[in-house]
């Protein structure tokens, strides 16, 4: 008992004393991951986006709600294919287990959730009317920047939340487990997770500035800085 105490007390205190130019290091090895295969995480990531994209076009808020269910899944997927470009220097969506992914199905529960968060916000940033527009798929004519602060203010949840679906599916560890390892590590690692953060909100927030092609090109590079972090945050 004492070991371990130890042993995560120093895990802890290596993670704290990383300074925020620690993810300058994992931009650079993340895009050096990317360039292995960058068509095929780019047709990975618009085949992931396309079909969340189709989901929410089924009627009203249950396409809404589905598709927001299905999107940690598929991001999930995405991740896999990272994992193993990065361990075995090829694209490949072969990993996991039954258990590991019924577990990734429950963990996609927060998705749901989370984009109940920001139709919250965007009720007090656009009203519920124009919100409540936006959940059913019709255009509405809002400011591009309020947009963009209601899809990126999940950023600080998703952030915390990041290491979830890896350590589910690459570790196998418990779904509480997953919870209380990612948020302990993103604490405490908070100086270049707080950059990571940053990257993850512009990739987001760009979003309805761009038709959502910041989503689609930046996406996987993002995820492959995320990786790398990851690999250094859980040695």
């Known amino acids: 008992m004492t070991t371990v105490t130890t042993t995560r007390a120093t895990y802890q205190q290596v993670n704290q004393s990383l300074p ?3 993810a300058l290091t994992w931009l650079k090895e993340g895009w050096q991951l990317f360039a292995k295969a960058p068509f095929k995480l780019l047709g990975l990531s618009f085949a992931t986006l396309l ?3 189709l989901m929410q076009a089924l009627a009203g808020p249950v396409g809404l709600g589905i598709s927001k269910w299905v999107s940690p899944l598929l991001a999930t997927v995405m991740w896999l294919a990272i994992a193993n470009l990065a361990v075995k220097g090829k694209v490949s969506l072969t990993g996991g287990t039954v258990r590991s992914w ?3 199905a429950l963990w996609s529960l927060t998705g ?3 984009a109940w ?5 965007g009720a007090m940033l656009m009203g519920a009317e124009p919100v409540a ?3 059913s798929g019709n255009v509405v004519d809002v400011p591009a920047w309020k947009v963009s602060l209601m899809m990126g203010s999940a ?3 998703n952030l915390l939340l990041l290491f979830v679906p890896m350590l589910l599916i690459l570790k196998h560890r418990s779904l509480s487990a997953s919870f209380s390892n990612s948020i302990a590590t993103v604490a405490g690692a908070y100086k270049p997770m707080l950059v990571i953060g940053a990257m993850i909100f512009l990739t987001v927030a760009l979003a309805p500035y761009t038709f959502a092609l910041s989503g689609l ?3 996987p590079v993002v995820s492959c800085v995320c990786f790398i972090a990851y690999q250094r945050l859980f040695r």
Not at 117 to 121: E, K, T
């Open 20 to 22: 925020a130019k620690e």
């Open 51 to 53: 079909t969340a994209g």
């Open 102 to 104: 019924a577990n990734i």
């Open 112 to 114: 749901p959730l989370i």
């Open 117 to 121: 968060i920001q139709f919250q916000i």
């Open 133 to 135: 527009a936006l959940a």
């Open 155 to 157: 950023t600080p949840i």
């Open 217 to 219: 090109v930046f996406g």
